[in-house]
């Protein structure tokens, strides 16, 4: 079973910065490149919303449109590690933010089977 790792959350102040790492193990007869992973975050009060996601293929990407242009996704796959850089963070961004893989390498219709513990981030205004 895959396991997923988060790391890097924590308090900023709006207009900073973050980085959020996904390390990856488990894997048995498939490898990192077979699965998309990517990143939800769930504010208090809110629904779990997809953030990113990045296929393990070709590095393809897609981002909910409030993200796109501040936040960027990459994997290193000598390292099974993804990672979310998310600059220009406003206080809308507060949520824990939760890795999770799908076992099919395509962002396209997304549908995660692995979760993370999740991981805080909080920007104060």
């Known amino acids: 079973e895959v396991q997923l790792v988060e790391s890097g959350g924590g308090l900023v102040q709006a207009g900073g910065s973050l980085r959020l790492s996904c390390a990856a193990s488990?894997?048995?007869?498939?490898?990192?490149?077979?699965?998309?992973i990517g990143w939800f975050r769930q504010a208090p009060g809110k629904e779990r919303e997809a953030v990113a996601c990045?296929?393990?293929?070709?590095?393809?990407?897609d981002y909910v449109p409030s993200v796109k242009g501040r936040f960027t996704i990459t994997n290193d796959h000598a390292k099974n590690t993804v990672y979310l850089e998310m600059n220009r963070l406003k206080p809308g961004d507060t949520a824990v933010y939760y890795c999770?893989?799908?076992?099919?390498?395509?962002?396209?219709?997304?549908?995660?089977?692995?979760w993370g513990q999740g991981t805080q981030v909080t920007v104060s205004s």
């Open positions: 999770s893989a799908d076992r099919y390498y395509s962002c396209s219709g997304y549908q995660p089977i692995y």
């Open positions: 488990g894997f048995t007869y498939d490898t990192f490149d077979d699965y998309a």
């Open positions: 990045i296929s393990g293929r070709d590095g393809s990407t």
